[in-house]
Each structure stands twice: as structure tokens, then as C-alpha cells.
């Protein structure tokens, strides 16, 4: 939604990262694992081998 994210981004500091889909565990996982870790962790010449995001106790998801 285009007015909202208008919205967010006038409240200062403002801190919103959009993803390419719905923000689901198993997406977000997804997106850390492929993207944000690679970009923080290859300069330090370490690779994550797995991503785990808690939704509660009882769920979760797990990237390889």
C-alpha cells in the first residue's frame, strides 16, 4: 500500500525494509538467509548454514 508506506517513511527515524512477499516466517527466514546474511557475513569470510525465525513457542521456520 503505497500510502502507507508514504506514511511510515514521514515519521522520523524511520526504519522500514519491504520484501518482495508476504511477511511470513517461512518468507522472512527465506529473505535472511539468501540475502541479509550473505551481505553481513561474507566480508567477515563466514556462511550461515541455517536460519531458524520463532513465531511463538510452538511454530517456526527453518532455512537450509
Not at 526504519?15 to 516466517?25: F, H, I, R, S, W
Not at 517461512?26 to 551481505?39: G, I, K, Q, T, Y
Not at 563466514?46 to 527453518?62: F, G, K, M, N, P
Amino acid at each position: 500500500d503505497t500510502n502507507g508506506i508514504a506514511a511510515m517513511n514521514v515519521v522520523e527515524p524511520s526504519k522500514v525494509y519491504l520484501l518482495d512477499a508476504n511477511p511470513t516466517a517461512e518468507n522472512m527466514a527465506r529473505h535472511l538467509f539468501d540475502v541479509v546474511c550473505p551481505r553481513l557475513l561474507e566480508p567477515l569470510g563466514v556462511r550461515a548454514t541455517r536460519v531458524s525465525l520463532r513465531e511463538s513457542d510452538d511454530t517456526w521456520a527453518t532455512v537450509e
